[in-house]
């Protein structure tokens, strides 16, 4: 079992997995969105109180949820290449940065959309965890902005894997704060429904694997190009590109 | 080979405490030295607080609503401001890397610069926000609330800033990453301190926010002095 860790954690046999595990995860995850968005569009029941308007949930939850999976991924790995000095692992926290920030932008925007036919308003800065999710959005921000700031590679992932541990306690805090605070000024009633019927839970459940399949494949893909770039000048990169492949 | 370990013997190290004065000390004195350094943020928070009522108007009853959360913004900022400066000077002359070879423990070390700095930073805040409050008639009772906040809720802010000035120490565009890194974390001290101030003077339950805004200050200095010793180590290797 370790033995094949640490296998995997040498960019040359990660980059070779990583190519076949990559489609693995790609196909089934765009099978399962599509079930999704057909059966969330059409199959499922119109909700009593929102209408149609409800939806949005089988694009909002998925990237809400995947937003904060993106930056435990993110922290994790970063915590994992200062202990352990795994250079791949710093890799797949550089990769993960974008894409967590790119699904906290969806769940920013799609929030926003439902919340104008539910609230009245763009924007509810009543709700925490609308508030919250836009801290992490800048978190993300801010995480890239300092990793492209440095230029020595070695350096920017440390710095960064700090910043980004530093911020998973302060995500749970701004969680906690925004609450209480919201708490003082209004209730959210809207959300506090029975539980969801069957034919509008599974597709929910089809979209939330299926975005996660995505994420993941998205993921592999970024880190290969990652990995490619900080190997540029190694051997093993040199004779994939020159060998009659040509490193497919 | 034992000659060598006989020195080290004899050479006395001084004691944890000594050390965490003696840095503290070291830049209390040097910010008296420059107290341009101290001023100028002092002045940028009172500026700001004298544009908010130019710009929104200068009607009383909307001056005594946004009071508590225009002069925590403004103690954000020129907390901000205070920032850069908090390793700079030392990585420039070279005393950061006398710092990193110390045989006393970094984290120490940097709990005393850190303290220095909300000295120099957030104590005089706390004195000079009753003056500007009381423009925004805040009544005396609130005042009292206000500086508690603001005194608490700076610790925090000037330890949370040191990892965001460690990080970035020695990079060319430091001012505005510094404030891109630091705001987000901020944000929950100064949500707290605001509407602690903001319930006092509603006449509402407002120790929810002192004892949380006390929680943080306590939960940082327990852990920031290692994140921002880690972050200096890493800048500085």
Known sequence: MWKWFHKLASPPHFYRISAILSPWLLVPGLILIGYGVYAGLFLAPMDYQQGDAFRIIYVH??????????????????????????KLSHAVAAAAAPLGAAFTFLALCTGSIWGRPMWGTWWEWGDPRLTSELI??????????????????????????????????????????????????????????????????IPLFAMLIGFTLLFGSLLLRRIRTEVLYRERRTKWVKEMILSPEGGA | MSQVDTTEAQR???????????????????????????????????????????????????????GPGVLWVAALLSTLLSLNSLFLSDYEDGSLDQLLVSPQPLPVLVLGKTLAHWMTSGLPLVFVSPILAITYSMPMSVVGVMMLTLALGTISLSLLGSIGAALTVGLHRGTALLSLLILPLAMPVMLLGANAVALAANNDVYTTGIWALAAYAIGSLSLAPYATAAALRISNE
């Open chain 1, 61 to 86: 939850v998925p990237s809400a949820y995947l937003s904060m999976m993106a930056y435990m991924i993110m922290a994790s790995a970063g915590a994992i290449g200062l202990i352990w000095r795994i």
């Open chain 2, 12 to 66: 006395e190290i001084p004691g944890i405490l000594t050390g965490l004065a003696a840095t503290a000390k070291r830049d209390l004195l040097l910010a008296w030295k420059r107290p341009g350094d101290v001023l100028n943020p002092l002045f940028f928070f009172a500026m700001v607080c004298t544009l908010f009522p130019l710009a929104v108007g200068p009607s009383a009853e909307q001056l005594e609503l946004s």
């Open chain 1, 136 to 201: 992490l959005l800048f978190l993300y921000f801010g995480y890239m902005a300092l990793r492209s700031a440095i230029d020595d590679t070695p350096k920017a992932d440390k710095a960064s894997a700090v910043l980004a541990l530093v911020g998973i306690v302060n995500v749970v805090i701004v969680h906690f704060s925004v609450e209480w605070w919201s708490s003082l000024h209004q209730g959210q009633t809207v959300f506090k429904k029975g539980t969801m019927s069957a034919d509008m839970r």
